[in-house]
């Protein structure tokens, strides 16, 4: 018999015998931290089944989060004819990781482990490609001067980081790319996998694996934008029934997630509180309304689980106390969230957070920006500022007088609207902060510790002290 021939008869008779396994095949692993910091490790993957999972040497098979799927045409924050169904012909798996492992892998690939104490924390923001229909032009998605998310979550990556926190926003490419706009010309779009695929998990590639991920939930992963992939892919938690937001009538289920608690640092006592805020809008609520007790019960109970910790970071996407440009009157910024303001203002009046909240981290807004009190609010970190398209500039000098919420005199004010990330790193009780530019170079440096933080001026506008 010829050699070929033989061969031949090989690898059918062991592929029939099921001697040869299936190739364990993941698109996109990476490690997402829950309630009380559980690991759980994600795996995204066009395969028929999901991969396993090694730790520390042991084979154990990851469970399908999702399974692939097309979610019929529900109403979303377009007009039909501007929408789709979301195809997701993926499976989402996933695994939790127990206390003490090692080492984990999937697909020969390691897995980021939690750190005990972590040292250097990366923050970034707002990261998708905008592409709305109506909106004025879109962003050329191709060209990395206009849409650097990949350059900023490839510089993050290189500083080594412990952890990751995202503060929302993954997902912008809502509408098709409208004609005439060469830039984003043949862009995958709708809330789709292509759209996820493309605006987040493969620019954010490098950074996915570098370290774990502290995710929060933003406005355009409410359901009725990219809510269902948030549900698929990102949320660590279990997906309760009727929470995946693939029909309109569950939205009041879908839009609202329980605040969960992750403890950063044993020795320091310090613990984060991440908390969705997704669906506010910008005006004060009314208490009788569900966003209001909804959001009254959570922060009560959040605030409650963390009183004897002593210190807190809150983080949420929409900044409570941070400013906003405002284009048709550049000396009236905008405040900071009334609706959120409103709940916190019936807990804790005038200075809205229990005197255990260190700082707030948040996005949103399309910079960098520090914001501290000559009142006992704490202090309000925004960084939005890492691949939609960045705010306009406040005027310089700010606005003397301005408050982001009545009664919170400001001390200080550092901000930025230069494409980057920001970097948090340990220093005995306190934090070293940092905001860079997408290439790495230091835009400014602050000190935080004892519910204060102050910055080194940025050589660009936006200083006030």
Same mark, same amino acid.
């Given at each position: ?113 939690p750190k005990v104490n972590p040292q ?27 849409? !650097?998310? $990949?350059r900023v979550a490839n510089t993050a /990556? *290189? +500083?080594?980081? @412990? ?6 926003? #993954? ?66 938690? !279990?997906? $309760? ?5 693939? /029909? *309109? +009538?569950?939205? @009041? ?6 605040? #969960? ?76 969230? *009334? ?106 440096t602050c000190t935080l510790g004892e ?15």
């Open positions: 018999m010829k050699p070929a021939i033989v061969l031949w008869l090989v690898v059918v008779l062991t592929g029939c015998s099921g001697l040869a396994p299936e190739p364990q095949v993941s698109d996109y692993k990476f490690v997402v931290l829950g309630p009380e910091g559980v690991p759980v490790a994600r795996a995204i993957t066009a395969a028929l089944r999901c991969p396993d999972i090694v730790l520390d040497g042991v084979v154990r098979a990851m469970t399908v989060r999702m399974p692939a799927a097309t979610i019929p045409l529900r109403p979303t924050r377009s007009a039909p004819a501007q929408s789709k169904p979301s195809a997701f012909p993926v499976l989402t798996c996933e695994a939790v990781i127990p206390a003490g492992t090692q080492r984990a892998t999937i697909a020969g690939d390691a897995l980021p482990l250097r924390i990366v923050v970034i923001g707002d990261t998708g490609c905008r592409i709305l229909y109506g909106a004025t032009g879109a962003q050329s998605c191709d060209d990395p001067a206009h849409w !650097p998310f $990949a /990556a *290189a +500083v080594s980081p @412990d952890l990751v926190i995202h503060v929302g926003d #993954y997902h912008y490419r809502e509408n098709a790319c409208p004609a005439g706009v060469a830039g984003c010309a043949g862009s995958p779009w709708g809330f789709g996998w292509d759209a996820w695929r493309a605006d987040f998990f493969e620019p954010a590639r490098t950074l996915l694996a570098a370290a774990p991920w502290v995710v929060i939930r933003g406005n355009h992963e409410s359901c009725a934008r990219a809510g269902q992939g948030w549900w698929r892919f990102l949320d660590p938690r !279990p997906v $309760a029934s009727r929470q995946d937001c693939n /029909a *309109a +009538v569950d939205d @009041d289920i879908g839009d609202y997630s329980e605040p #969960y608690v992750v403890p950063l640092h044993a020795a320091a006592g310090t613990e984060f509180i991440v908390f969705d805020s997704s669906l506010v809008g910008v005006t004060p609520l009314q208490p009788a309304t569900l966003m209001y007790r909804n959001y009254h019960a959570q922060l009560t109970a959040a605030f409650a689980r963390t009183a004897k910790t002593p210190r807190i970071f809150f983080i949420n996407h929409h900044p409570v106390l941070g400013f906003a440009a405002n284009p048709s009157n550049p000396q009236s910024p905008f405040p900071g969230n *009334a609706g959120l303001q409103s709940v916190l203002q019936n807990l804790y009046p005038a200075v809205l957070f229990p005197p255990n909240v260190e700082a707030l981290l948040s996005g949103h807004n399309h910079v960098f920006q520090m914001v501290s009190f000559l009142t006992a609010q704490p202090p309000q970190f925004l960084s939005g500022n890492s691949g939609d398209w960045v705010d306009q500039p406040f005027p310089t000098p700010f606005p003397p007088n301005a408050q982001p919420a009545p009664g919170a005199a400001v001390q200080e004010i550092v901000a930025s609207n230069r494409f980057g990330f920001m970097s948090m790193d340990r220093v005995g009780t306190g934090w070293v902060i940092t905001a860079w530019d997408l290439d790495g170079a230091p835009l400014t519910r204060h933080a102050t910055c080194a001026p940025i050589a660009e506008p936006w200083v006030r002290r």
